[in-house]
């Protein structure tokens, strides 16, 4: 069976790519990935990419800059990809063209422009969870310009929030994952025999690469339908999505799911037996980060001359060792409440970078490329790989069950 070739967008350190590389039938070749960061003089992230795989082409550029032809020339079977949650709203120009409201929101384009050039069958999209309801004050449209461009351009999708942690990792991570296949190959026409509701619970991509019951959280089903102009989208549409979905010719079902919990890695079981004294926190440090992470209520003034009471909820003084790490931020290893800090031995002390990298399943010192605090931050951006496979996995499943002549496939 010929492999199938992987476009990586926002590559970042090749979580997508590594977790591709692990799958049991190894089908993935990723022949082309981009990686760049607007803001870095020193290109962190692709420089550990660029090192730690040999084949493919690797772009460092602005992806707003890579010329169609190229995409072209890529012949991408699979487009996979994390972009920043940004504002999606868009308008039609005099002249009929789709824009967008202000100058957020543009990756999802450039996305929606791989896929133009290259009409993958499958794509496979990362996010943060809230991509779901917002923006707040129109909840649920973000999501839904997204759904309905992806149908607009020929493709069904399946969404699915997932808690790294429920599925036996060692973070309580939650993303939002989207798998979309384009309509006119084997498995979409396969699959449309089968009602929402049973793809979300039983036959579906995630529901096969993660098991979930057989019934709502608390009876949590809802179905909409998205309209046939994005704009009226754009404008008018808000939905509360559940954290389970799927789209079908803009008919949109969503469920409120309940895993099928796998034990989960305990932070314990990932840390290092010896470790740098510079991790170490000495009393006063300790005492800092105590406080940031203690409740408080603090009186504060607004720049119009507004007194509130600023409040915030307290967190234990060190992390447990018998549960999953908390999310990882890109603020790991700063003095933030957010950063791990842990008591063992006798002594308080941060996460190491490599007790980071196996937060996330990455190998030991995959990004020593770089200075302590980018390895940080590049483990905050990533993905947990593990997850990556197992939906690996189930593509692999799928291009064996369902496979397609492509030369005779029409594409739109």
């Not at 920043?84 to 929101?105: F, M, W």
């Not at 019951?213 to 994005?230: A, H």
């Not at 440090?285 to 406080?291: A, S």
């Not at 119009?304 to 549960?323: A, C, F, P, Q, R």
Request: hydrophobic share 35%.
């Amino acid at each position: 069976m010929s492999k199938l070739r992987v476009v990586e967008l926002f590559a970042g350190v090749g979580g997508f790519r590594l977790g591709l590389d692990n799958t049991r039938q190894e089908m993935f070749d990723t022949v082309w990935g981009n990686q760049w960061e607007p803001s870095k003089k020193v290109q962190h992230a692709f420089d550990c990419y660029n090192e730690r795989f040999k084949s493919g082409v690797k772009s460092n550029e602005d992806i707003a800059k890579v010329s169609d032809k190229e995409l072209q020339d890529t012949q991408a079977d699979v487009i996979v990809g994390g972009f920043p949650c940004q504002d999606y709203s868009v308008a039609r120009s005099l002249n009929g063209e789709l824009g967008i409201v202000g100058k957020k929101g543009v990756l999802f384009w450039e996305i929606v422009r791989v896929i133009q050039n290259t009409i993958p069958k499958f794509i496979l999209l990362e996010n943060v969870d809230r991509l779901l309801k917002s923006p707040s004050k129109q909840r649920g449209r973000d999501f839904a310009v997204m759904l309905s461009t992806i149908n607009e351009l020929g493709y069904e999708a399946e969404w699915r929030v997932i808690n790294a942690a429920d599925y036996g990792n060692a973070q309580r991570r939650r993303r939002v994952f989207i798998f979309a296949y384009r309509k006119n190959i084997n498995y979409a026409n396969s699959m449309s025999n089968n009602n929402a509701e049973d793809m979300l619970y039983n036959r579906g991509f995630f529901a096969r690469a993660f098991p979930v019951e057989s019934r709502p959280y608390k009876e949590r089903v809802s179905s909409t339908e998205l309209s046939g102009d994005i704009v009226q989208v754009s404008d008018k549409f808000t939905f509360k999505f559940f954290n389970s979905g799927i789209m079908r010719d803009g008919k949109i079902t969503t469920i409120d799911t309940i895993p099928i919990f796998e034990k989960p890695t305990p932070l314990k079981d990932i840390l290092e037996s010896e470790i740098d004294e510079k991790y170490i926190l000495d009393d006063q440090k300790f005492e800092k980060f105590k406080y940031l992470r203690g409740g408080k209520k603090i009186e504060r003034v607004s720049k119009d001359g507004y007194k509130y009471t600023y409040s915030e909820g307290g967190m234990s003084d060190v992390d447990s060792l018998d549960l999953p790490g908390r999310t990882m931020l890109t603020s790991e290893g700063t003095v933030n409440r957010s950063t791990h800090i842990i008591e063992e031995k006798g002594f308080r002390r941060f996460i190491t970078p490599v007790e980071a990298e196996r937060l996330n399943g990455f190998p030991d010192n995959w990004t020593n490329t770089m200075p302590d605090r980018a390895r940080y931050f590049c483990m905050g951006n990533a993905l947990v790989v593990p997850l990556i496979t197992r939906m690996g996995n189930e593509i692999e499943n799928i291009e064996k069950v369902f496979p397609d002549n492509l030369s005779q496939i029409e594409l739109f």
